[in-house]
């Protein structure tokens, strides 16, 4: 974890908390590098303040009186109640459960931003909102999963079918694309929030598979020709595969090759998104995955990241 939460850390303990006077919790949550652990020297430059999310029962105002500066950096002071800080973030209610609905539109790097972090106090129970969204329900990460494995199928062949032609930049862009397709399928695997495009390389490279599956995607991208990218693709698929089989939540997963018709292009391809359907249970699941079978919704809602436009995409989901 980086130093920026310990920062934070000693500011509320040694400044904030003496001067607060009534019930609360206290938090590093939201934006910032040093929120998900990944601040360094540079940080220090934007957003690198010694602060405090302040979260105070509806109806009690404060005003803490601190010093504009901490060990050296500026300090801030944000107040909210937990309800309203919640229905900014993400258009939600703290108070409610969340929908299968509600799942599939909240932005994947909001929800990271407000389980990453740390609680430094908890009068009000922010630390339950946290463990609420801590992570996909079961079969809303089935769905999501199919999803993700559908985004990378159809265009397997792709990468070999622009190279064909003398298309190698073409290529190498289907390949890029891919790489990140399969990156985000291992953020899956193993049930971890993917943050925004700045840390998510970092993030991978974190991840338990990252060390062994990080380098077959630099192969992928580093392949100079279609031939080599298409052996590179096979293996980071093959490999991504594998980690979805250890998971046991379906039932093996067999991969083949396959030869599209008569052209001169192989891809691995397992049946993920069957298998991962036929283990699907809940019906509002279920009905979203009969409307929307290989996903989008999904794709959009990092798009339209506001909480005031996630009513728009709930109206995709009716």
Same mark, same amino acid.
Request: aromatic share 10%.
């Given at each position: 974890?980086? =130093?920026?939460?310990?920062?934070?850390?000693? $500011?509320? @303990? #040694?400044? +904030?908390?003496?001067?607060?006077?009534?019930?609360?919790?206290?938090?590093?949550?939201? !934006?910032?590098?040093?929120?998900?652990?990944?601040?360094?020297?540079? =940080?220090? @430059?934007?957003?690198?303040?010694?602060?405090?999310?302040?979260?105070?029962?509806? *109806?009690?105002? +404060?005003?803490? %009186?601190?010093?504009?500066?901490?060990?050296?950096?500026?300090?801030?002071?944000?107040?909210?109640?937990? !309800?309203?800080?919640?229905?900014?973030?993400? *258009? $939600? #209610?703290? %108070?409610?459960?969340?929908?299968?609905?509600?799942?599939?539109?909240?932005?994947?790097?909001?929800?990271?931003?407000?389980?990453?972090?740390?609680?430094?106090? @908890?009068?009000?129970?922010?630390?339950?909102?946290?463990?609420?969204?801590?992570?996909?329900?079961?079969?809303?990460? !089935?769905?999501?999963?199919?999803?993700?494995?559908?985004?990378?199928?159809?265009?397997?062949?792709?990468?070999? /079918?622009?190279?064909?032609?003398?298309?190698?930049?073409?290529?190498?862009?289907?390949?890029?694309?891919?790489?990140?397709?399969?990156? !985000?399928?291992? $953020?899956?695997? %193993?049930?971890?929030?993917?943050?925004?495009?700045?840390?998510?390389?970092?993030?991978? =490279?974190?991840?338990?598979?990252?060390?062994?599956?990080?380098?077959? &995607?630099?192969?992928? &991208? /580093?392949?100079?020709?279609?031939?080599?990218?298409?052996?590179?693709?096979?293996?980071?698929?093959?490999?991504?595969?594998?980690?979805?089989?250890?998971?046991?939540?379906?039932?093996?997963?067999?991969?083949?090759?396959?030869?599209?018709?008569?052209?001169?292009?192989?891809?691995?391809?397992?049946?993920?998104?069957?298998?991962? =359907?036929?283990?699907?249970?809940?019906?509002?699941?279920?009905?979203?995955?009969?409307?929307?079978? +290989?996903?989008?919704?999904?794709?959009? /809602?990092?798009?339209?990241?506001?909480?005031?436009?996630?009513?728009?995409?709930? %109206?995709? &989901?009716?």
């Amino acid at each position: 974890m980086g =130093s920026g939460v310990e920062l934070c850390r000693r $500011f509320y @303990d #040694d400044v +904030v908390r003496p001067v607060v006077g009534v019930p609360h919790s206290a938090a590093l949550v939201g !934006r910032g590098s040093e929120v998900l652990g990944y601040d360094d020297a540079m =940080s220090a @430059d934007h957003n690198g303040e010694a602060r405090v999310v302040l979260f105070v029962p509806y *109806g009690v105002t +404060v005003a803490p %009186e601190v010093p504009d500066r901490f060990e050296g950096r500026p300090t801030a002071v944000e107040i909210h109640t937990i !309800r309203a800080y919640l229905q900014s973030q993400l *258009g $939600f #209610d703290p %108070e409610t459960e969340p929908t299968v609905r509600d799942w599939l539109t909240f932005p994947e790097h909001n929800l990271l931003m407000m389980t990453a972090g740390a609680v430094f106090h @908890d009068d009000l129970g922010l630390q339950d909102v946290r463990d609420q969204l801590a992570y996909y329900p079961d079969d809303v990460w !089935r769905y999501l999963m199919i999803a993700a494995w559908w985004r990378v199928h159809p265009e397997m062949n792709l990468a070999g /079918r622009a190279g064909y032609v003398g298309d190698e930049l073409g290529s190498s862009l289907i390949g890029s694309q891919l790489v990140q397709d399969l990156m !985000r399928l291992c $953020f899956l695997v %193993e049930r971890q929030y993917a943050p925004y495009s700045k840390w998510f390389g970092t993030a991978f =490279s974190r991840l338990t598979c990252g060390p062994a599956i990080g380098p077959l &995607l630099q192969t992928v &991208l /580093r392949a100079g020709s279609w031939e080599q990218r298409e052996e590179a693709l096979a293996a980071a698929y093959r490999a991504v595969g594998e980690l979805h089989n250890r998971l046991a939540i379906t039932a093996p997963v067999e991969l083949g090759v396959e030869q599209l018709w008569d052209r001169p292009f192989k891809v691995v391809w397992g049946d993920f998104p069957g298998a991962l =359907s036929a283990a699907i249970e809940d019906p509002n699941v279920r009905r979203i995955a009969d409307r929307w079978p +290989v996903g989008g919704v999904e794709q959009l /809602r990092d798009v339209l990241h506001r909480a005031g436009d996630r009513r728009q995409l709930l %109206e995709l &989901l009716e």
